[in-house]
C-alpha cells in the first residue's frame, strides 16, 4: 500500500525563524514566563491554537477577490447560507465575528439567572457566558475522558444517566438547552459518537430541552465517527455530518476552525423563532442580519472552507498529521491523552513533570520549557487556566493538567513535528532534574492565564 501525503501542494510560504536558547531565555523573561506575550517572531514553531492560523486554499483566495461588501442582503451571504443549509442542514442562521459572539448572542435569547446548562466539558468561553449570566454550566462528560490512559474510542461523549440526573432535578424552564461539543476541546478533542448525539437527543426530546452542538470541530468528529463506529466506514463524510446535525435543534460555531478562516462564526437553527429572536443580539451586538461582524469576502472563504473541511482527503491528511506527533511522543513513553485527538496532542502534565508541586503550575513549566528548548509554543491548559473559585477565591485544580499542542490547518509539515517531538524528548530525558514551577506576580480578575505574569520559584 502507498503512503499518504497532503492532498494539496504549497503555493505560497512564510518564512519562520529558529532563535537560540539565549535569545529564548531574555524574551521569555520579558514575556513574564506568559506565553501570550511572546511576539509571534519569537516563536518557531506556533502550537498555541488552531484558531484562525489555518492556511486558506486557492479557491478561498479567489473567492475573497469576489466577497460582496454590500451592507444588506450581500451575495456573500448567500453563498455563505447555501453552504451552511447544503452540508449542515440548518434553514436559519446568523454571521457573527467568532464564536464566543455567537454564544454572546445565542445566550442573550436563552440563558436567565440560576438555570443550569449541562454539556461535555464546555469550553472556556462557553463557559464563561453562562457565569456571566449567573447560571451555571454542569459537566456530563462520561468518567473516561479524565484517564489519560483509558482508550475510549469517544472520550467527548455525554454521559447519559448525569444528563438524565440534571434533567430530573432541575425545574424544565431552569434547563435551556444541553451543549454537545464536537469534538470535545477539553477533553483533548475526543469525539462525540453517533449513537451519543442520538441518545442525547432522545432523551432531551423526552425532557422537552433544546439540544446546541458547539461545533467548532465538526468535521474531525465526523472522521473519527466514520473510522471508530460501526455502520459508518462506507458514509461519506457529508452524510456523517448531515446526520451528526440532524439531531441538533441549533449550533454555534467558531469559524476560526473547521472553517479554515482566520475569523469568524455563526449560529444556526431550526426554528424561526428563535432566529427572529436572537436577531435582535445579533443585530445589537454584531451587525445587521447579513454580515453580523464579517467581511463579505471573509464569508465567501468561509463558505468554500464549509466545502473543503468535508473533504475526506483533506480530513485523513489532517487528523494523521495529529497522530503522527502524538504516536512520536508514545514511542518514547511520553505520557500524552489518549486515544490522540483531532486538532491537538494533549500531554499529562502531572505524569511528566511528577516533581513540580501542583501549586507551582506544572503544564506551564513544561509549556516554557519547551519554549526554551526549541522555540515551540504550546498552551497549558491546567491549573492558570481553570482560575480560583469565585467564593473562596483558592486555585482550581482540574482534574487534568495538560500541555496542549495544537496544530493549525495545513500549516507546518511533518519536520515540523519531528522538531516538536524530540525537543519534547530531550525534555523527558531529564525530566528528573525539573523540581520547581513558577509563583503567579500579577493576575487579573477573571481570564487570568492571558496576561498572568509569573515568576520562577
Ligand atoms: N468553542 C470551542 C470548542 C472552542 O475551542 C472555541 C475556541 C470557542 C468555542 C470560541 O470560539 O475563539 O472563535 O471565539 N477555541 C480556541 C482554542 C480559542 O484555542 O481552542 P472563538
Redesign the pocket.
Known sequence: ELPFAESYRIKMVEPIFRSTREQREQWIKEAHYNLFNLKSEQVYIDL?????TGAMSHNQWAAMMTGDESYAGSSSYYNLKNAIRAILGFEYFLPTH??????NVLFSVLVKPGNVVPGNSH????KGHIEFRNASAIDCTIDEAFDTESLHPFKGNIDLEKLESVYSTYQHDEIPMVIV?L????SGGQPVSMQNLKDVSRLSKKYGIKVVF?S??FAENAWFIKERELGYKEKSIREIVAEMFSYADAM?M????DGIVN???FIAMKEEELFQNASVFNIMYEGFNTYGGMAGRDMNALSVGLNEVTDEHYLENRVKQVEYLGNRLMEWGIPVQKPIGG?AVFVDARKFLKQVPKEEYIAQTLAIELYLEAGVRG?EVGTLLADRDPKSGENRFPKLEML?L?IPRRTYTNNHMDVVAVALKNIFDRREKIVHGFRIEKEAPIMRHFTVELERI
Open positions: 498555541l491554537t488552531d484558531s484562525g467568532q464564536g464566543r459572539a455567537a454564544e469550553f472556556d468561553t462557553t461539543t469534538t470535545c476541546n477539553t458547539d467548532a470541530r454555534t467558531s469559524s476560526k476552525k475569523i469568524g462564526g486538532h498552551v496542549r495544537a
